[in-house]
Nanobody, 128 residues
Framework: QLRLVESGGGSVQPGESLRLSCAAS????????MGWFRQAPGKEREGVAT????????RYADSVKGRFTISQDNEKKKVYLLMHNLKSEDTATYFC?????????????????????WGQGTQVTVSS
């Protein structure tokens, strides 16, 4: 069974940066595509950034393009989300997610996979 553990959340002021980390363990063969989703209070969970670990394909939500960057360390089986110029509307619980092949970053960020492995989430609060 695949286990995903997020870390790096916290409280920051607008304009500041944070880096989230997600460590995969267990059956990592189920993590060919990985990414980050978020859910704010009263809102649906939305895709933020996703990547195909085989290389090349990354996708971002329009609201974070140019501010967030997803990266990976395949050897350490980790995925990162570097968030710059944070805004109050970025406040949410951020979840790491993984799906097995066949997969694509585009399909994953749209939330179109029926079976997604989720981490427990990490809170990001942006407030002055």
């Amino acid at each position: 069974q695949l286990r995903l553990v997020e870390s790096g959340g916290g409280s920051v002021q607008p304009g500041e940066s944070l880096r989230l980390s997600c460590a995969a363990s267990g059956d990592t063969s189920s993590s060919d595509c990985m990414g980050w989703f978020r859910q704010a209070p009263g809102k649906e969970r939305e895709g933020v950034a996703t990547t195909y670990l085989g290389g090349g394909s990354k996708r971002y939500a329009d609201s974070v393009k140019g501010r967030f960057t997803i990266s990976q360390d395949n050897e350490k089986k980790k995925v990162y989300l570097l968030m710059h110029n944070l805004k109050s509307e970025d406040t949410a619980t951020y979840f790491c997610a993984a799906v097995p092949a066949p997969c694509s970053a585009a399909t994953m960020i749209a939330g179109r996979y029926e079976h997604i492995n989720w981490g427990q989430g990490t809170q990001v609060t942006v407030s002055s």
